[in-house]
């Protein structure tokens, strides 16, 4: 699919399953994988972020079964179990692929090189590979290591102290993940604010690991603590959610639910930055699946007003940036999004290809070091020709743009969305009722 062009709707209506979450995704492989037994995941994402990590699992030498497309059991080799890949791990457009499987395999007793897209190979890696090789690991890459392809050489490592300097969820599960295969504890202190995931999981797989308001820790896993088997249902994923949630708030005739969504506090951001904007947005039937909180979002027509995005809110939203760009361009008033100088490490450098898109539109939008502000007026947006520069979420949020612009609105290159929505442009032609 090379362009697809979208005009607004007159209304926006419907009850969305959003696909399984990609954090818990890929690590209900990853960690089942090294686990003891086997485990049946459900409600899986079969995005292609998540469909690398499992071809590389299965390059290290586990069995991955498929019986449905969004269902897997994996059979875990244990502890020590994986064996040496053939070949060069393919990693595809996903940072959490490389990184976490860089942390597991500088452990492992063998050679392994992992890769990606050319996206992937410009992304930054010295945030993993310092803190390994101050484990003990022996990590290779371009640039002195901070660019994919990296090489690994696994031995045993050790464990103790590291003080992470970012909010990054990739950086700190790829520490804990060496420190499976570690001597001594690791403590992990500084920015540990990120996405948890890791450590629900961990904990939940009979793993010893601490967590407090400032630091984590991980014990080496004795005989009695090695990882078991853990079979889970996989809930909404917040990110994709939150497409919907702003193309509700943002269009005037609009009621759209996402039911069985993840509301774990480190992911939930945009759902507070979108209350303090105004919108009409109810979180419903709470409740716990397994280690992580779920619920229901509704989101209904709103009037919005600008807002301020920043601080330790920042981590907890980082994906969900693009599209609440979109949003705060539909509202009243400037909004200012700081301290996300992370943005520029992602997929793209999404201050730069949001604030172009959006200016692109017609929104006055100023791009600086860490952020950008944004002056909203709603109504103000105008179709246009943009790019998706093959990143998921600037397609999706240029998508949702496209749902209250003037005149059409072409994307190029959609297709990037099925990096971690499949479905995404059905979803978006099933909730539409026609101008
Ligand atoms: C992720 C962590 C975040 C996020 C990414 C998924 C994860 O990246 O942006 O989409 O699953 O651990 P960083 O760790 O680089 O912040």
Known sequence: MKGITLTAPKRLRGVIEVPGDKSISHRSVLFNAIATGSAHI????????????????????????????????????????????????????????LRLLAGLLA????????????????????????????????????????RAPLAIRGNRLRGGHYELSIASAQVKSALLLAALNAEQPLTLTGRIDSRDHTERMLAAMGLEITVTADQITLQPPSEATAPTALSLRVPGDPSSAAFWW??????????LVTPGVCLNPTRIGAIEVLQAMG????????????????????????????????????????DEIPVLAVAAACASGETVIRDAQELRAKETDRIATVAAGLSAMGAVVEPTADG?????????????????????????AWAIAAMVARGETTILEPAAAAVSYPEFWQTLAMVQEAA
């Open 372 to 396: 950008m502000v944004i002056v909203g007026q709603p109504g103000q947006l105008q179709g246009t020709t943009l790019n998706s520069f093959h990143d998921h979420r600037l397609a999706m």
């Open 42 to 97: 459900t409600h899986f994402l079969p995005g292609a972020d998540c469909l690398s990590t499992v071809a590389c699992i299965r390059a290290l030498g586990v069995t991955v079964e498929q019986p449905a497309e969004r269902e897997l059991i994996v059979h875990g080799v244990g502890l020590g179990g994986l064996r040496e890949p053939a070949d060069v791990l393919d990693c595809g457009n996903s940072g959490t692929t």
């Open 107 to 146: 452990g492992h007793p063998f050679f392994s090189v992992l890769t990606g897209d050319a996206s992937l190979r410009s992304r930054p890696q010295r945030r993993i590979v310092v803190p390994l090789r101050a484990m003990g690991a022996q990590i290779d890459g371009r640039d002195d290591g901070d």
């Open 246 to 255: 702003v193309a509700a708030a943002i269009h005037p005739d609009a009621e």
């Open 279 to 318: 919108a009409d947005l109810t979180v419903m039937n709470e409740r716990l699946e397994g280690s992580e909180p779920v619920g229901d979002v509704v989101v209904r027509s709103s009037t919005l007003r600008g807002t301020t995005i920043a601080g330790t809110l920042i981590p907890r939203l980082i």
